[in-house]
């Protein structure tokens, strides 16, 4: 537009937007450069907040015979005062299949973000009312509904949901908030979206939990990232109840004169799951890397979760001293010794069959229990499972060779007798003593390698040398690319 033309009135967002470039609240440096073929340079954004409010840009990111992009900023100054912080405004839950004996539980994680202790409390009326519509069965539950968090400090609200039908459920549950203070002026909800289906039906598409988050987040020091993991998404997969799944991630020192010190915060995001993490602390010199082994055994109970653990990054220069670094989080209560690093998790409970037998219950009698037992023996047994699935295609009824007064009894089939373990061994070692002649200190080798200690050892000892190996490829001792080489021994 020519600088005679009257622009007229700024509407509201340009007039926003001309308060924020004057009170210059989002600063970016540098704003301009020149990198040369394979260089890179960290560019800083500053938040310099003047308001109690939430503040929005957005800005082009023009690259010379390039095409423009459109960043935009965000950012939010807070009472001083608590504040809960939610990552999502609605959580839409996996899908679920009916019918299933414990409900999937599901970690939603909060945070305070405020300066002083703050105390949250679910308001679980419609919960119950939603179930009280569902025949008094526990669609939708929470674990802690009620709990207090130290500034700055991250917890997980774990909820339940165990569909009755194959269809969408919704549920809106205020948060109360309260702090030194009194109640909080906010207004919190937890918004649960969950979808039940039928196990042999096709399974809803899952919605992704992280479509609006960048693939790396941390916390940085003034030089920019000198640490980094080789990823920061980890996926277990689907997995059973017990079932371990095992993953690794290198964690790189970039700098090149000074050590670091590493740590892995304690969370609350497996719910119940083990996760094991080798190591969990420790110190890299400059411009080293590390393995680093994680193994996750879930529990019995089945859980998703989708979330990140913390690494908390310690730096010291050559006198052992720690460095001064500044957190560039909307959150300035942060210490100021250490930088972070988050690895993303992600895990699904494998579900095959819909288990039906009953938990113990208090107060159950010694015969309720084997009765319980039983019934419960039964209804998963294998035998049942076919006999319902030749019920439809068999040629005379489940109900007509049935006992009654006037006809002989139906002769049961008679089950060939099973071979014990021991005498199909002494058969299998006859059988190689006539075709290969073999001695008894041969037999007593290969009787040895086939029980189960050697085979369990064998196990360890080939999953910590893939181990290894991954670890050598990592430094390069050698590689992975080329084909090995083949020693052939010539016996004279």
Known sequence: MEKWADPGKPSEEQAFETHILNKKIFVIEPKTGSLAPG???????????????????????????????LLRFEGETLHRRAQLQMLKHTYQLPPVPIGLEWPITYPVEIKNLGITKLKYQIDTSA????????????VFDIQNPEGTLKSNETQHIYTMFRPLEAKSYSLDLPIKVSDIEGPSVENYFLRLRGQGYNLEAEKPVEEQFFEDMP???????????????????????????????????????LNPTQ???????????????????????????????????????????????????QCSIDWENQNNDHME??????????????????????KRSKITKIPLGADLRQGESLIENIVNEAMHDILE?????????????????????????????????????????????????????????????????????MQEPFVELMEFILEDTMFNLMEEATYEEFDLTQPPKIYIRRDQ
């Open 39 to 69: 260089e890179q340079v960290d560019c800083a954004i500053l938040y310099y907040p003047k308001e109690v409010m939430k503040h929005h840009l957005n800005v082009f990111f023009q690259i010379s015979n390039g095409k423009p992009l």
């Open 127 to 138: 919960l119950e009312e939603l179930n009280a519509g569902n025949y008094d069965f526990r």
């Open 215 to 253: 693939i790396c987040r941390a916390h940085l020091t003034d030089n920019g990232s000198m640490a980094a993991f080789s990823t920061e998404s980890i996926d277990f997969g689907e997995l059973k109840a017990g079932e371990q799944s095992k993953r690794f991630v290198i964690l790189y020192n």
């Open 259 to 309: 050590k670091m010190k590493f740590d892995f915060s304690k969370s609350g995001l497996m719910c119940g799951d083990n996760l094991k993490l080798e190591p969990m602390f420790g110190e890299l010199k400059p411009n080293t890397h590390i393995n680093i082994k994680m193994t996750l055994q879930p529990s019995k109970y089945p859980t998703h979760f989708e979330g990140e653990i």
């Open 325 to 346: 670094t500044k957190s560039v989080h909307t959150n300035t209560n942060v210490p100021e010794c250490s930088e972070y690093l988050f690895l993303r998790l992600k």
């Open 381 to 449: 047994s294998n035998d049942f499972d076919k006999l319902l699935d030749d019920c439809s295609t068999a040629r005379a009824g489940l109900y007509l060779k049935a006992i009654n007064n006037e006809g002989e009894p139906a002769s049961e089939e008679q089950k060939e007798n099973k071979v014990s373990e021991e005498v199909a061994r002494q058969a299998y070692e006859e059988h190689l003593r006539e075709v290969t002649g073999a001695e008894e200190e041969e037999l007593f080798r290969k009787r040895m390698f």
